[in-house]
T-cell receptor, first 109, second 114 residues
Framework: RKEVEQDPGPFNVPEGATVAFNCTYSNSASQSFFWYRQDCRKEPKLLMSVYSSGNEDGRFTAQLNRASQYISLLIRDSKLSDSATYLCVVKHNFNKFYFGSGTKLNVKP | NAGVTQTPKFRILKIGQSMTLQCAQDMNHNYMYWYRQDPGMGLKLIYYSVGAGITDKGEVPNGYNVSRSTTEDFPLRLELAAPSQTSVYFC?????????????FGPGTRLLVL
C-alpha cells in the first residue's frame, strides 16, 4: 500500500471556481503534513503546512483529519496561475518525507 | 543566499558509466535529502542525512551512494548506471527546529541513461 495516495486528476476548472483535492496516508504515526506545488519541469515548493485545527492562507484552506488519515486542500476563486500539480506530503519520524504522486490542476479562462 | 544548487542540470550517460550529482546549500541546514521523480510520479527518497558524517537509506537506495563530509555538500554517486535510473533527481535541505520543517529544493538534475 502506498504511503500517500492522491487522485491524479487532471481537474479542469474555469477561473473563479472553487476546487478541492484530497489525500490519504497510511501511517497513523505520521507527524507532519504539507501541501507542495510543482510547476511543469520545476522543483516542488511549499504551499502550506497542514495543522490539526485546519489553517487558511488567502484563497487556500487546508484540513487534516487524523482519525480518517485524510488531508484536504481547498482553493477558492481559482486563478490561471494556480495551474500546477499539487503534492501531498507526509513526514514520519527522523525527517523522512513521503510524497503523493500529485494532483494536476488546469484552470481555464 | 543561493539556496540549494544542483549540478549538472542535464546529463546523458551510457549504461555502466558512473557519475556524481552535486548538491550544495548555503542555509546552514542540518538535514539534506536526495529524491528521484519518475514521469507522472511523486518523489521517492533515495538517501538522507541528518548532519555532517551521518547518512541513511530512504525508500529506493539501491544503485546509489552518498557522503556528507560538510554541512553544505551532499553529493549523490551513481555507479554502473542503468536505464532504470533515468529520472529527475532533486536535492533538498531543511532545518529541524521545534516547529514543522520546510524542505527547500534545488532545480533538479535530469538524467538519461541509454
Amino acid at each position: 500500500r502506498k504511503e500517500v495516495e492522491q487522485d491524479p486528476g487532471p481537474f479542469n476548472v474555469p477561473e473563479g471556481a472553487t476546487v478541492a483535492f484530497n489525500c490519504t496516508y497510511s501511517n497513523s504515526a505520521s507527524q507532519s503534513f504539507f501541501w507542495y506545488r510543482q510547476d511543469c519541469r520545476k522543483e516542488p515548493k511549499l504551499l502550506m503546512s497542514v495543522y490539526s485545527s485546519g489553517n487558511e492562507d488567502g484563497r487556500f484552506t487546508a484540513q487534516l483529519n487524523r482519525a480518517s488519515q485524510y488531508i484536504s486542500l481547498l482553493i477558492r476563486d481559482s486563478k490561471l496561475s494556480d495551474s500546477a500539480t499539487y503534492l501531498c506530503v507526509v513526514k514520519h519520524n527522523f525527517n523522512k518525507f513521503y510524497f503523493g504522486s500529485g494532483t494536476k490542476l488546469n484552470v481555464k479562462p | 543566499n543561493a539556496g540549494v544548487t544542483q549540478t549538472p542540470k542535464f546529463r546523458i550517460l551510457k549504461i555502466g558509466q558512473s557519475m556524481t550529482l552535486q548538491c550544495a546549500q548555503d542555509m546552514n541546514h542540518n538535514y539534506m535529502y536526495w529524491y528521484r521523480q519518475d514521469p507522472g510520479m511523486g518523489l521517492k527518497l533515495i538517501y538522507y542525512s541528518v548532519g555532517a558524517g551521518i547518512t541513511d537509506k530512504g525508500e529506493v537506495p539501491n544503485g546509489y551512494n552518498v557522503s556528507r563530509s560538510t554541512t553544505e555538500d551532499f553529493p549523490l554517486r551513481l555507479e554502473l548506471a542503468a536505464p532504470s535510473q533515468t529520472s529527475v533527481y532533486f536535492c533538498a535541505s531543511s532545518y529541524s527546529g521545534l516547529d514543522q520543517e520546510t524542505q527547500y529544493f534545488g532545480p533538479g538534475t535530469r538524467l538519461l541513461v541509454l
